[in-house]
């Protein structure tokens, strides 16, 4: 092979070469927007337990995890675990119930942790009041393995945890919304998933929150903004939103910016507050909201929400209680 061969030769290689480069890195984008134009998501339902169902002070709801895709009405998994014992037993203030309904259960708030594990928070209520639960599913969302704990420290027994994110930049501290019996008054609270109690201190400058306003839904995006419902008569049902950084220069405490209220595609507002909220990986929000003139009540409405406006599109409608994104 001549000189000039060798380098025409060198020059076809490098072409070869850079031309394989490209083409990975260009097929590796188009699975990245195709995930993200359809990512992953997961639901969680609770399920009626058995009638035979005695130690209810220690005992986790039986719930089932569902696997989609965000535009695909097709469920592609469902796993079901029964009630687990929680790791961390104790006994709890207890106060009997002067109007007592049936025991029933709830799920209040699904989330990925620090760890990539789905954290799904129960409140279980009876004639003695309210027990309050993590469960924790480790692994793949289409195979995992359940552990749970008790949340500890709530005040009273009529306290209830209805919604949790993981706070920006940590592991094992959660953020929460706490009231009593789900309803008003709320406050902010943290819990260490770790030990499952409610710290007694606020390292985060957390704000005093309306006391005659309902809060729910909270999750957050990849800059650390925190969003979240506000629900009263004579506001209806808005978006809220704080960064746990940006505190107002008056109070020193976290600052809440109120938004705008929600709205059906008709431009009508929501006449109750949406079930859900969770954000994507691409950081679009997105709603589940009971539509009560559905014929399968199983079915939730998910739908798309436009933050600066507050018009919400249906997309997709999926058997979920509550929902997230998998990671």
Excluded: W
Excluded at 67 to 78: F, G, I, P, Y
Excluded at 131 to 141: D, E, H, K, M, V
Excluded at 295 to 317: C, Q, R
Aim: charged residues 25%.
């Amino acid at each position: 092979m001549t000189q000039l061969q060798r380098r025409q030769f060198g020059k076809l290689l490098a072409a070869s070469l850079t031309s394989t480069i490209v083409a990975e890195i260009s097929s590796k984008a188009l699975a990245q927007n195709s995930k993200n134009s359809d990512p992953d998501i997961f639901g969680v339902n609770v399920v009626p337990r058995e009638s035979n169902a005695q130690n209810r002070e220690n005992q986790t709801p039986p719930v089932e995890l569902k696997t989609a895709k965000l535009k695909n009405k097709e469920v592609l998994s469902n796993v079901k675990t029964p009630s687990l014992s929680v790791d961390n037993p104790s006994t709890v203030p207890k106060k009997s119930q002067a109007i007592f309904s049936a025991e029933s259960d709830r799920i209040t708030k699904a989330i990925v942790d620090g760890d990539q594990n789905i954290v799904v928070s129960t409140v279980s209520s009876g004639k003695d009041g309210n027990q309050n639960y993590l469960l924790i599913a480790t692994g793949s969302p289409k195979n995992p393995k359940f552990r749970s704990k008790k949340i500890l420290g709530l005040e009273n027994p009529n306290q209830t945890v209805e919604s949790l994110l993981r706070v920006p930049g940590t592991k094992n501290q959660l953020l929460c919304l706490v009231a009593n019996r789900g309803i008003p008054p709320f406050y902010f609270a943290i819990i260490n998933s770790q030990t499952g109690r409610i710290s007694s201190k606020d390292e985060l400058d957390l704000p005093e929150l309306n006391l005659n306003h309902r809060y729910a839904n909270l999750c957050k995006d990849s800059k650390g903004n925190i969003f979240a419902t506000e629900t009263a008569s004579e506001i209806g049902t808005r978006l809220i939103s704080f960064n746990l950084k940006e505190k107002a220069s008056l109070t020193g405490k976290v600052k809440i910016n109120r938004l705008t209220p929600l709205k059906l595609e008709d431009g009508s507002t929501t006449a109750n507050d949406v079930d859900d909220l969770a954000i994507s990986p691409s950081d679009e929000l997105y709603a589940l909201y009971t539509d009560n003139s559905a014929k399968d009540k199983a079915l939730k409405s998910l739908l798309k929400v436009e933050v600066k406006t507050g018009k919400m599109e249906v997309i997709n409608k999926l058997p979920f209680q509550k929902f997230g994104f998998s990671v």
